[in-house]
C-alpha cells in the first residue's frame, strides 16, 4: 500500500524592512557653531569619527563638520605660522542630505550607494533625533538575513 503525505506547507511571513526611526543611533556627535574648529578635531579623533553633527541650542541641524572639511585647516596653516582655526560654521558643510524617522531602510540604502557618506542625519522637522550609519543598515541586514536562514532551517 502506497500512502501520501497530504501536509501544509507554512507560508513563510514576509517581514518588512524597519524605518530608520526603528535602528537610527541615538548616541552620537554634535559641536555648536560658535565652537573652534580645533575643538572640532578634537571630538573626531576623541570618538574615532568621520564628523559631527553642528546643532544650535535646540538642537536643530545646521551643518556637518567632517574629517575632510577639518583638513582644510592644513591648507591655511604652516608650522612656522600661528594656528588661526575659526569657528565651525566656517568650514562645516550646509547642504546636507537628511532622512526622517519614517524613511524606509531601502531609502537609506540607496542614498549611501549613491553617496560618499558615512552617515546620515535623521531629523523631525529641523531637530536632529538620530544618526543612520552604513553599519546601521548593514545590522539590520544582517539580522534579516539570520531570520530567513533560521526559517528555512526549520
Known amino acids: 500500500m502506497v500512502s501520501s503525505y497530504q501536509g501544509r506547507m507554512q507560508t513563510p511571513v514576509r517581514e518588512e524592512y524597519p ?88 531609502k537609506a540604502a540607496e542614498i549611501f550607494l549613491g553617496n560618499p557618506y558615512k552617515k546620515l542625519p535623521v531629523l523631525e522637522g529641523r531637530k536632529l533625533v538620530g544618526v543612520v550609519r552604513r553599519n546601521n543598515v548593514l545590522e539590520v541586514i544582517q539580522s534579516f538575513y539570520k531570520k530567513r536562514m533560521a526559517y528555512m532551517r526549520g
Open 19 to 106: 524605518n530608520v526611526g526603528e535602528f537610527m543611533s541615538r548616541s552620537f556627535a554634535t559641536i555648536g557653531p560658535e565652537q573652534d574648529v580645533y575643538q572640532a578635531v578634537a571630538l573626531i579623533l576623541k570618538h574615532k569619527v568621520s564628523g559631527a553633527c553642528v546643532v544650535d541650542e535646540e538642537h536643530n541641524l545646521m551643518g556637518i563638520i567632517s574629517e575632510k572639511d577639518c583638513l582644510r585647516l592644513a591648507t591655511q596653516d604652516t608650522y612656522e605660522s600661528t594656528p588661526h582655526g575659526g569657528p565651525v560654521r566656517e568650514y562645516m558643510t550646509t547642504d546636507v542630505v537628511t532622512l526622517t524617522p519614517q524613511c524606509g531602510l531601502g
